[in-house]
């Protein structure tokens, strides 16, 4: 089921497709002052998600970006690029696969959560849960959606660390400023149907599950010691 999530949720349920454009979607966002307008330009409703909820995932998003930054700070080229097997990611590939699908899943849930119909009656607080639980746990794994898979599409490890930190500021305005997030959901393979706030909540806890390989590669017997 966890595999489902981690590839289903986030290229099928999220992008439909992996030819969804992040430029297209961010430049029609970008007509716009906010998300708050972009919603409020298309009619939809707007169920605010409580200020409980919203400080919830503004800290899970905070701690999760500097559990980025702390298991990343300070490596030498070595250390960026070591894997412990062919198969194996760096820590150079993680970070970028990380802030590459920052962008995608935000991205998608701007253009196809927030646009599907209202759920009513659905048990907010256990999918927030299950999500938060589900994601980061490393016992399963899974194969990256191939619009995902670490391409150097960022040109340096550096340079995908600062295009993450930018992204993260984004999703934290998109959580600030766009109503209604209680209001869309889609189906997923949790067995219930994710909404927007908890798609930031993905957001969050992919970046901690991706920490947690770093500090993989980093516990392996051959990683670099400078």
Excluded at 114 to 124: F, N, Q, W
Excluded at 144 to 155: D, I, K, S, W, Y
């Amino acid at each position: 089921m966890f595999k489902k999530l981690m590839a289903g949720a986030a290229i099928a349920i999220l992008a439909c497709s992996a030819a969804t454009s992040l430029r297209a979607q961010e430049m029609k966002l970008a007509t716009l002052n906010n998300y708050s307008e972009f919603f409020a330009a298309a009619g939809l409703p707007a169920q605010e998600v409580t200020q409980a909820e919203k400080d919830r995932a503004m800290q899970y998003l905070e701690r999760t970006k500097q559990g980025v930054l702390d298991a990343t700070k300070g490596l030498s080229d070595a250390q960026w690029n070591f894997k412990a097997g062919p198969d194996r990611w760096s820590i150079a590939q993680c970070v970028e696969h990380i802030a590459a699908a920052e962008d995608f899943i935000r991205g998608s849930v701007a253009e196809k959560v927030m646009l599907a119909p209202a759920v009513p009656d659905r048990d907010l607080k256990k999918t927030d849960d299950a999500v938060v639980a589900m994601v980061p746990d490393r016992s399963r794994k899974a194969q990256a959606p191939e619009p995902l898979v670490p391409t150097n599409r960022f040109g340096s490890p550096d340079a995908s660390v600062k295009h993450f930190v930018e992204s993260r500021a984004k999703t934290e305005d998109f959580l600030k400023t766009t109503p209604g997030l209680r209001d869309h959901a889609v189906d997923s393979p949790l067995g219930s149907k994710l909404d927007g706030y908890e798609f930031i909540l993905f957001i969050a806890a992919h970046s901690e599950r991706h920490t947690k390989q770093i500090l993989e590669v980093k516990a392996d017997p051959n990683y670099p010691k400078n």
